[in-house]
Protein backbone atom coordinates (compact mmCIF):
# COMPACT_ATOMS: atom_id res chain seq x y z
CA UNK A 1 0.00 0.00 0.00
CA UNK A 2 1.29 3.78 0.03
CA UNK A 3 1.49 5.87 2.86
CA UNK A 4 0.26 9.35 1.88
CA UNK A 5 -0.92 13.09 3.12
CA UNK A 6 -4.73 13.80 1.91
CA UNK A 7 -4.33 17.36 0.67
CA UNK A 8 -7.46 18.20 -0.78
CA UNK A 9 -11.10 17.35 -1.98
CA UNK A 10 -11.66 16.50 -6.14
CA UNK A 11 -14.97 17.21 -7.26
CA UNK A 12 -16.46 15.89 -10.25
CA UNK A 13 -20.04 16.15 -11.41
CA UNK A 14 -20.18 14.74 -14.07
CA UNK A 15 -18.98 10.68 -13.63
CA UNK A 16 -19.78 7.44 -14.14
CA UNK A 17 -22.99 6.73 -12.39
CA UNK A 18 -21.51 4.11 -9.66
CA UNK A 19 -18.68 6.51 -8.95
CA UNK A 20 -21.60 8.41 -6.47
CA UNK A 21 -21.21 8.00 -3.35
CA UNK A 22 -17.35 8.21 -2.84
CA UNK A 23 -15.69 11.14 -1.71
CA UNK A 24 -12.06 11.76 -3.92
CA UNK A 25 -8.99 12.94 -2.03
CA UNK A 26 -6.22 14.25 -3.05
CA UNK A 27 -3.45 12.47 -1.77
CA UNK A 28 0.39 13.01 -1.32
CA UNK A 29 2.88 9.69 -0.86
CA UNK A 30 4.82 10.26 1.82
CA UNK A 31 7.39 8.86 0.34
CA UNK A 32 7.71 10.58 -2.65
CA UNK A 33 6.58 13.91 -4.51
CA UNK A 34 3.92 16.15 -5.56
CA UNK A 35 4.30 14.33 -8.92
CA UNK A 36 3.70 11.16 -7.73
CA UNK A 37 0.14 12.83 -6.29
CA UNK A 38 -3.00 10.48 -6.93
CA UNK A 39 -6.39 10.67 -6.35
CA UNK A 40 -7.81 7.87 -4.07
CA UNK A 41 -11.66 7.35 -3.18
CA UNK A 42 -13.11 7.44 0.12
CA UNK A 43 -15.71 5.78 2.43
CA UNK A 44 -13.51 5.97 5.65
CA UNK A 45 -14.43 9.75 6.10
CA UNK A 46 -10.57 10.67 5.86
CA UNK A 47 -9.76 14.36 6.69
CA UNK A 48 -7.43 17.17 5.15
CA UNK A 49 -3.73 16.36 6.79
CA UNK A 50 -4.28 12.95 7.93
CA UNK A 51 -1.55 9.92 7.07
CA UNK A 52 -3.40 7.20 5.14
CA UNK A 53 -3.17 3.55 3.73
CA UNK A 54 -4.16 3.48 0.04
CA UNK A 55 -4.80 0.37 -1.47
CA UNK A 56 -4.51 0.21 -5.47
CA UNK A 57 -5.46 -1.54 -8.76
CA UNK A 58 -8.05 -4.01 -8.65
CA UNK A 59 -7.47 -4.91 -5.04
CA UNK A 60 -9.65 -1.79 -4.57
CA UNK A 61 -12.80 -4.23 -5.25
CA UNK A 62 -12.14 -5.91 -1.98
CA UNK A 63 -13.00 -3.03 -0.05
CA UNK A 64 -16.52 -1.99 -1.92
CA UNK A 65 -19.63 -2.83 -1.34
CA UNK A 66 -20.22 -2.99 -5.31
CA UNK A 67 -17.98 -3.06 -8.52
CA UNK A 68 -16.73 0.48 -8.97
CA UNK A 69 -14.03 2.18 -11.68
CA UNK A 70 -11.67 3.01 -8.81
CA UNK A 71 -7.85 2.11 -8.91
CA UNK A 72 -6.49 3.74 -5.74
CA UNK A 73 -9.01 2.97 -2.14
CA UNK A 74 -8.28 4.56 1.30
CA UNK A 75 -8.28 1.67 3.61
CA UNK A 76 -6.61 2.67 6.79
CA UNK A 77 -6.04 6.22 8.73
CA UNK A 78 -2.49 5.72 10.40
CA UNK A 79 -2.45 6.60 14.41
CA UNK A 80 1.41 8.27 13.58
CA UNK A 81 4.15 8.69 11.31
CA UNK A 82 5.94 5.63 11.05
CA UNK A 83 9.39 4.70 12.63
CA UNK A 84 11.93 3.94 10.18
CA UNK A 85 14.52 1.73 12.05
CA UNK A 86 18.21 1.00 10.91
CA UNK A 87 18.93 -2.76 12.71
CA UNK B 1 -6.96 7.76 -9.77
CA UNK B 2 -5.20 9.99 -12.39
CA UNK B 3 -5.95 13.65 -12.58
CA UNK B 4 -5.22 14.76 -15.77
CA UNK B 5 -5.76 17.18 -18.76
CA UNK B 6 -6.63 16.08 -22.41
CA UNK B 7 -4.57 16.97 -24.76
CA UNK B 8 -5.94 15.62 -28.25
CA UNK B 9 -7.67 12.41 -30.19
CA UNK B 10 -5.76 9.36 -30.81
CA UNK B 11 -7.36 7.92 -34.04
CA UNK B 12 -6.63 4.08 -34.98
CA UNK B 13 -8.31 2.58 -38.12
CA UNK B 14 -6.93 -0.70 -37.56
CA UNK B 15 -7.69 -2.34 -34.35
CA UNK B 16 -9.63 -4.81 -32.12
CA UNK B 17 -12.87 -4.88 -32.66
CA UNK B 18 -14.03 -4.42 -29.26
CA UNK B 19 -12.46 -0.96 -29.03
CA UNK B 20 -14.74 -0.23 -31.70
CA UNK B 21 -17.39 2.58 -30.09
CA UNK B 22 -14.33 4.43 -27.62
CA UNK B 23 -13.03 7.71 -28.05
CA UNK B 24 -9.34 7.45 -27.34
CA UNK B 25 -7.80 10.90 -25.97
CA UNK B 26 -4.40 11.96 -25.20
CA UNK B 27 -3.75 12.98 -21.37
CA UNK B 28 -1.46 14.99 -19.35
CA UNK B 29 -1.05 14.14 -16.05
CA UNK B 30 -1.79 17.70 -13.96
CA UNK B 31 1.02 16.37 -11.39
CA UNK B 32 3.28 14.64 -13.63
CA UNK B 33 5.32 15.46 -16.62
CA UNK B 34 4.55 15.19 -20.40
CA UNK B 35 6.49 12.11 -20.38
CA UNK B 36 4.16 10.40 -18.44
CA UNK B 37 1.02 10.90 -20.97
CA UNK B 38 -1.07 8.07 -21.62
CA UNK B 39 -3.99 7.18 -24.37
CA UNK B 40 -7.76 6.62 -22.17
CA UNK B 41 -10.73 5.43 -23.58
CA UNK B 42 -13.63 8.22 -23.43
CA UNK B 43 -17.31 7.57 -23.45
CA UNK B 44 -18.59 10.48 -21.39
CA UNK B 45 -16.99 12.83 -24.44
CA UNK B 46 -14.62 14.81 -22.49
CA UNK B 47 -13.00 17.64 -23.93
CA UNK B 48 -9.55 19.12 -25.18
CA UNK B 49 -8.78 21.41 -22.21
CA UNK B 50 -10.96 19.85 -19.96
CA UNK B 51 -9.33 17.75 -16.60
CA UNK B 52 -10.80 14.40 -15.86
CA UNK B 53 -10.32 11.38 -13.81
CA UNK B 54 -8.51 8.05 -15.12
CA UNK B 55 -9.12 4.89 -13.49
CA UNK B 56 -5.94 2.22 -14.62
CA UNK B 57 -5.99 -1.69 -15.14
CA UNK B 58 -8.61 -3.79 -14.58
CA UNK B 59 -10.54 -1.57 -12.88
CA UNK B 60 -11.32 0.28 -15.83
CA UNK B 61 -13.86 -3.06 -16.88
CA UNK B 62 -16.28 -1.94 -13.81
CA UNK B 63 -17.16 1.31 -15.96
CA UNK B 64 -17.72 -0.62 -19.14
CA UNK B 65 -20.63 -2.45 -20.82
CA UNK B 66 -19.01 -5.23 -22.13
CA UNK B 67 -14.88 -6.28 -21.37
CA UNK B 68 -12.32 -4.42 -23.85
CA UNK B 69 -8.45 -4.27 -23.73
CA UNK B 70 -8.54 -0.61 -22.26
CA UNK B 71 -6.38 -0.36 -19.22
CA UNK B 72 -7.18 3.79 -19.13
CA UNK B 73 -10.39 4.92 -19.12
CA UNK B 74 -12.13 8.35 -18.12
CA UNK B 75 -14.66 7.94 -15.31
CA UNK B 76 -15.19 11.77 -14.47
CA UNK B 77 -14.62 15.50 -15.35
CA UNK B 78 -13.57 17.46 -12.63
CA UNK B 79 -14.96 20.18 -11.91
CA UNK B 80 -11.92 22.65 -10.91
CA UNK B 81 -8.68 22.02 -10.53
CA UNK B 82 -8.37 20.97 -6.67
CA UNK B 83 -6.67 23.31 -3.66
CA UNK B 84 -3.88 21.58 -1.93
CA UNK B 85 -4.20 22.45 1.82
CA UNK B 86 -1.28 22.02 4.29
CA UNK B 87 -2.71 21.65 7.62
CA UNK C 1 -2.54 2.66 -23.31
CA UNK C 2 0.98 3.53 -23.74
CA UNK C 3 1.62 4.78 -26.55
CA UNK C 4 4.79 4.09 -28.80
CA UNK C 5 6.72 3.08 -31.80
CA UNK C 6 7.88 -0.41 -32.71
CA UNK C 7 11.58 -0.94 -32.89
CA UNK C 8 12.29 -4.54 -33.54
CA UNK C 9 11.57 -7.99 -32.94
CA UNK C 10 11.99 -9.82 -29.67
CA UNK C 11 12.67 -13.84 -30.38
CA UNK C 12 11.90 -16.65 -28.10
CA UNK C 13 12.23 -20.15 -28.87
CA UNK C 14 12.29 -21.70 -25.61
CA UNK C 15 8.63 -20.37 -24.53
CA UNK C 16 5.66 -20.95 -22.37
CA UNK C 17 3.10 -23.30 -24.72
CA UNK C 18 0.50 -20.57 -24.50
CA UNK C 19 2.42 -17.91 -26.24
CA UNK C 20 2.81 -20.22 -29.39
CA UNK C 21 1.57 -17.66 -32.12
CA UNK C 22 2.45 -14.47 -30.63
CA UNK C 23 5.00 -11.83 -32.52
CA UNK C 24 6.55 -10.40 -29.89
CA UNK C 25 7.16 -6.75 -30.75
CA UNK C 26 9.92 -4.53 -28.59
CA UNK C 27 7.96 -1.05 -28.62
CA UNK C 28 9.36 2.29 -27.21
CA UNK C 29 7.11 4.78 -25.59
CA UNK C 30 6.08 7.75 -27.80
CA UNK C 31 6.36 10.47 -24.91
CA UNK C 32 9.24 8.10 -22.68
CA UNK C 33 12.31 7.20 -23.06
CA UNK C 34 14.03 4.11 -24.22
CA UNK C 35 14.79 3.12 -20.94
CA UNK C 36 10.86 2.21 -20.48
CA UNK C 37 11.06 0.42 -23.76
CA UNK C 38 8.91 -3.13 -23.62
CA UNK C 39 7.98 -6.31 -24.97
CA UNK C 40 4.43 -6.63 -26.83
CA UNK C 41 2.86 -9.15 -28.08
CA UNK C 42 1.02 -8.54 -31.21
CA UNK C 43 -1.53 -10.24 -33.64
CA UNK C 44 -2.66 -7.41 -35.58
CA UNK C 45 0.67 -7.33 -37.76
CA UNK C 46 2.30 -4.07 -36.10
CA UNK C 47 5.56 -3.38 -38.29
CA UNK C 48 8.62 -1.68 -37.51
CA UNK C 49 8.22 2.15 -37.35
CA UNK C 50 4.68 2.15 -36.88
CA UNK C 51 2.98 3.95 -34.22
CA UNK C 52 0.98 1.68 -31.78
CA UNK C 53 -1.44 1.65 -28.68
CA UNK C 54 -0.62 -1.05 -26.00
CA UNK C 55 -2.88 -1.72 -23.44
CA UNK C 56 -1.35 -3.33 -20.36
CA UNK C 57 -1.40 -6.09 -17.50
CA UNK C 58 -4.63 -8.27 -16.94
CA UNK C 59 -6.39 -6.26 -19.18
CA UNK C 60 -4.78 -7.96 -22.33
CA UNK C 61 -6.87 -10.60 -21.78
CA UNK C 62 -10.26 -9.02 -22.79
CA UNK C 63 -7.75 -8.89 -26.72
CA UNK C 64 -7.20 -12.43 -26.83
CA UNK C 65 -8.64 -15.88 -27.99
CA UNK C 66 -6.76 -17.50 -25.01
CA UNK C 67 -5.78 -16.59 -21.65
CA UNK C 68 -2.47 -15.94 -21.90
CA UNK C 69 0.94 -14.88 -19.95
CA UNK C 70 1.31 -11.53 -21.48
CA UNK C 71 1.31 -7.91 -19.41
CA UNK C 72 1.50 -5.62 -23.08
CA UNK C 73 -0.92 -6.06 -26.29
CA UNK C 74 -0.88 -4.11 -28.90
CA UNK C 75 -4.44 -3.19 -29.70
CA UNK C 76 -4.03 -0.72 -32.13
CA UNK C 77 -1.93 0.81 -35.15
CA UNK C 78 -2.03 4.79 -34.78
CA UNK C 79 -3.08 6.43 -38.14
CA UNK C 80 -0.87 9.25 -37.40
CA UNK C 81 1.14 10.92 -34.25
CA UNK C 82 -1.00 12.82 -32.46
CA UNK C 83 -1.13 16.80 -32.15
CA UNK C 84 -0.84 18.11 -28.87
CA UNK C 85 -3.32 20.90 -28.53
CA UNK C 86 -2.72 23.65 -25.37
CA UNK C 87 -6.14 25.08 -24.48
CA UNK D 1 8.63 -9.25 -6.63
CA UNK D 2 10.45 -6.85 -4.86
CA UNK D 3 13.15 -7.38 -2.42
CA UNK D 4 13.34 -5.26 0.17
CA UNK D 5 14.00 -4.21 3.85
CA UNK D 6 11.53 -4.10 6.70
CA UNK D 7 11.97 -0.65 8.56
CA UNK D 8 9.33 -0.81 11.19
CA UNK D 9 5.39 -0.71 11.25
CA UNK D 10 2.42 0.98 10.50
CA UNK D 11 -0.28 1.43 13.05
CA UNK D 12 -3.76 2.02 12.00
CA UNK D 13 -6.52 1.75 14.55
CA UNK D 14 -9.42 2.94 11.89
CA UNK D 15 -9.35 0.26 8.94
CA UNK D 16 -11.74 -1.30 7.17
CA UNK D 17 -12.83 -4.42 8.57
CA UNK D 18 -11.38 -7.27 6.27
CA UNK D 19 -7.91 -5.79 7.38
CA UNK D 20 -8.13 -6.87 10.89
CA UNK D 21 -5.91 -9.39 11.80
CA UNK D 22 -2.68 -8.10 9.37
CA UNK D 23 0.35 -6.82 10.16
CA UNK D 24 1.33 -3.77 7.86
CA UNK D 25 5.21 -3.22 7.64
CA UNK D 26 7.21 -0.27 5.93
CA UNK D 27 9.42 -2.65 3.58
CA UNK D 28 12.26 -0.40 1.29
CA UNK D 29 12.92 -1.59 -1.84
CA UNK D 30 16.78 -3.28 -1.52
CA UNK D 31 17.20 -1.99 -5.26
CA UNK D 32 15.50 0.93 -5.04
CA UNK D 33 15.34 4.14 -3.16
CA UNK D 34 13.58 5.40 0.23
CA UNK D 35 10.76 6.87 -2.61
CA UNK D 36 10.21 3.88 -3.29
CA UNK D 37 9.39 2.62 0.53
CA UNK D 38 5.65 0.61 0.41
CA UNK D 39 3.67 -0.74 2.91
CA UNK D 40 3.13 -4.19 2.75
CA UNK D 41 0.92 -6.97 4.86
CA UNK D 42 2.50 -9.45 7.17
CA UNK D 43 1.00 -12.94 8.18
CA UNK D 44 4.51 -14.59 8.07
CA UNK D 45 6.06 -12.89 10.75
CA UNK D 46 9.02 -10.46 9.41
CA UNK D 47 10.90 -8.70 11.31
CA UNK D 48 12.65 -5.18 11.16
CA UNK D 49 16.12 -5.55 9.47
CA UNK D 50 14.68 -8.49 7.80
CA UNK D 51 14.96 -9.15 4.01
CA UNK D 52 11.63 -10.08 2.52
CA UNK D 53 9.98 -10.79 -0.99
CA UNK D 54 6.82 -8.57 -1.59
CA UNK D 55 4.16 -9.67 -3.74
CA UNK D 56 2.01 -7.28 -5.31
CA UNK D 57 -1.65 -5.74 -6.91
CA UNK D 58 -4.13 -8.44 -7.16
CA UNK D 59 -1.47 -11.43 -6.81
CA UNK D 60 -1.57 -10.97 -3.42
CA UNK D 61 -4.60 -12.59 -3.21
CA UNK D 62 -3.30 -15.60 -3.79
CA UNK D 63 -1.67 -15.85 -0.30
CA UNK D 64 -4.78 -15.02 1.47
CA UNK D 65 -7.39 -16.90 3.28
CA UNK D 66 -10.22 -14.15 2.72
CA UNK D 67 -10.15 -11.24 0.02
CA UNK D 68 -8.51 -8.44 1.03
CA UNK D 69 -7.85 -4.79 0.31
CA UNK D 70 -3.95 -5.03 0.23
CA UNK D 71 -1.85 -4.39 -2.84
CA UNK D 72 1.27 -5.80 -1.17
CA UNK D 73 1.80 -8.99 0.75
CA UNK D 74 5.02 -10.59 2.13
CA UNK D 75 5.40 -14.03 0.57
CA UNK D 76 9.32 -15.00 2.08
CA UNK D 77 11.77 -13.93 4.45
CA UNK D 78 15.24 -14.12 2.26
CA UNK D 79 17.89 -16.01 3.58
CA UNK D 80 20.91 -14.07 2.81
CA UNK D 81 21.18 -11.03 0.26
CA UNK D 82 21.52 -11.84 -3.33
CA UNK D 83 25.25 -12.00 -4.88
CA UNK D 84 24.72 -10.21 -8.26
CA UNK D 85 26.55 -12.47 -11.15
CA UNK D 86 27.93 -10.72 -14.09
CA UNK D 87 28.31 -13.95 -17.03
CA UNK E 1 6.53 -7.84 -20.84
CA UNK E 2 10.34 -6.21 -19.18
CA UNK E 3 13.11 -7.92 -21.18
CA UNK E 4 15.67 -8.62 -18.26
CA UNK E 5 18.77 -10.58 -17.51
CA UNK E 6 19.26 -13.22 -15.14
CA UNK E 7 22.24 -11.99 -12.47
CA UNK E 8 21.02 -14.53 -10.07
CA UNK E 9 19.50 -16.74 -7.44
CA UNK E 10 17.18 -15.45 -4.46
CA UNK E 11 16.89 -18.25 -1.66
CA UNK E 12 14.08 -17.85 0.80
CA UNK E 13 13.45 -20.84 3.04
CA UNK E 14 10.45 -19.72 4.90
CA UNK E 15 7.64 -18.77 2.50
CA UNK E 16 4.00 -19.42 1.68
CA UNK E 17 3.39 -23.07 0.86
CA UNK E 18 2.29 -21.90 -2.14
CA UNK E 19 5.59 -21.07 -3.78
CA UNK E 20 7.56 -24.06 -3.40
CA UNK E 21 8.74 -25.81 -6.36
CA UNK E 22 9.71 -21.83 -7.82
CA UNK E 23 13.22 -21.04 -7.95
CA UNK E 24 13.50 -16.85 -7.85
CA UNK E 25 15.96 -14.88 -9.88
CA UNK E 26 17.30 -11.36 -9.64
CA UNK E 27 16.54 -10.29 -13.22
CA UNK E 28 17.58 -6.76 -14.30
CA UNK E 29 15.97 -4.79 -16.67
CA UNK E 30 18.11 -4.63 -19.85
CA UNK E 31 16.76 -1.03 -20.90
CA UNK E 32 16.24 -0.38 -17.43
CA UNK E 33 18.80 0.08 -14.70
CA UNK E 34 19.88 -1.92 -11.45
CA UNK E 35 17.64 0.15 -9.42
CA UNK E 36 14.75 -1.31 -11.09
CA UNK E 37 16.13 -5.00 -10.38
CA UNK E 38 13.01 -7.35 -9.92
CA UNK E 39 12.62 -10.64 -8.68
CA UNK E 40 10.57 -13.20 -10.87
CA UNK E 41 9.63 -16.81 -10.09
CA UNK E 42 11.20 -19.25 -12.65
CA UNK E 43 9.99 -22.77 -14.22
CA UNK E 44 11.61 -22.93 -17.29
CA UNK E 45 15.19 -22.97 -16.00
CA UNK E 46 16.69 -19.84 -17.10
CA UNK E 47 20.60 -19.59 -15.94
CA UNK E 48 22.68 -16.36 -14.61
CA UNK E 49 23.56 -14.65 -17.97
CA UNK E 50 20.36 -15.11 -20.17
CA UNK E 51 18.42 -13.21 -21.30
CA UNK E 52 14.38 -13.55 -20.40
CA UNK E 53 11.17 -12.71 -20.97
CA UNK E 54 9.51 -11.46 -17.83
CA UNK E 55 5.28 -11.07 -17.24
CA UNK E 56 4.09 -9.12 -14.76
CA UNK E 57 0.86 -8.74 -12.29
CA UNK E 58 -1.98 -10.95 -12.61
CA UNK E 59 -0.87 -12.01 -15.73
CA UNK E 60 1.21 -14.19 -14.18
CA UNK E 61 -1.03 -16.86 -13.50
CA UNK E 62 -1.74 -17.63 -16.89
CA UNK E 63 1.81 -18.96 -17.11
CA UNK E 64 1.19 -21.42 -13.34
CA UNK E 65 -0.48 -24.60 -12.86
CA UNK E 66 -1.85 -23.25 -9.89
CA UNK E 67 -2.76 -19.95 -8.61
CA UNK E 68 0.54 -18.83 -6.84
CA UNK E 69 1.32 -15.05 -5.20
CA UNK E 70 3.92 -14.12 -7.53
CA UNK E 71 4.06 -11.21 -9.74
CA UNK E 72 6.48 -11.70 -11.95
CA UNK E 73 7.30 -14.76 -13.77
CA UNK E 74 9.93 -15.53 -16.82
CA UNK E 75 7.50 -17.07 -19.75
CA UNK E 76 10.50 -17.01 -22.24
CA UNK E 77 14.35 -17.08 -22.65
CA UNK E 78 15.14 -14.80 -25.81
CA UNK E 79 17.49 -16.29 -28.45
CA UNK E 80 19.92 -13.43 -28.86
CA UNK E 81 19.84 -9.15 -27.41
CA UNK E 82 16.96 -7.49 -29.75
CA UNK E 83 18.47 -5.24 -32.54
CA UNK E 84 16.20 -1.57 -32.35
CA UNK E 85 15.50 -0.60 -35.74
CA UNK E 86 15.52 3.38 -36.82
CA UNK E 87 12.48 3.62 -39.80
Not at 21 to 34: A, I
Not at 37 to 51: P, S
Request: charged share 20%; net charge negative; proline share 6%.
Amino acid sequence: MILGTVRGNVISTRKMENLVGYKFLLVEPYYGTKKDMIVAADTIGAGVGELVLVTTDETTQHALTHPSPVDAFIVGIVDYPPEEKKV
